[in-house]
């Protein structure tokens, strides 16, 4: 089995900076697209930001210029880093990963348990 490990939510006061992690472990053969999702409150979750396993990025327009995705695939990890932060952009942010396990070549779709963002003055 395959889980997704998150870390780096909080509080944040507007014009400030999170950098969210997010680390796969288990039987992995390969991670192919990962991407950061956020829920707000009250509404659906959304798109933030996706990287391919060659790092080709996308953002959603409000994360643009502001939020940065990267991996780094030794350590089967994804990062966010967001600076200028609005309040807004609170929400509960999770992971996601396209995995391949290691005995089994069929891509399935993993979801972190998600962190909470807060950004408030």
């Known amino acids: 089995q395959v889980q997704l490990a998150e870390s780096g939510g909080g509080l944040v006061q507007p014009g400030g900076s999170l950098r969210l992690s997010c680390q796969a472990s288990?039987?992995?053969?390969?991670?192919?697209?990962m991407g950061w999702y956020r829920q707000p409150p009250g509404k659906q979750r959304e798109l933030v930001a996706i990287i391919s396993s060659g790092g080709t990025t996308n953002y959603a327009d409000s994360a643009k210029g502001r939020f940065t995705i990267s991996r780094d695939n030794a350590k089967n990890t994804m990062y966010l880093q967001m600076n200028s932060l609005k309040p807004e952009d609170t929400a509960v942010y999770y992971c996601?990963?396209?995995?391949?396990?290691?005995?089994?070549?069929?891509?399935?779709?993993?979801w972190g348990q998600g962190t909470q963002v807060t950004v408030s003055s």
């Open positions: 288990g039987s992995i053969g390969s991670i192919y697209v």
């Open positions: 996601n990963m396209i995995i391949t396990l290691a005995t089994i070549s069929v891509p399935r779709n993993y």
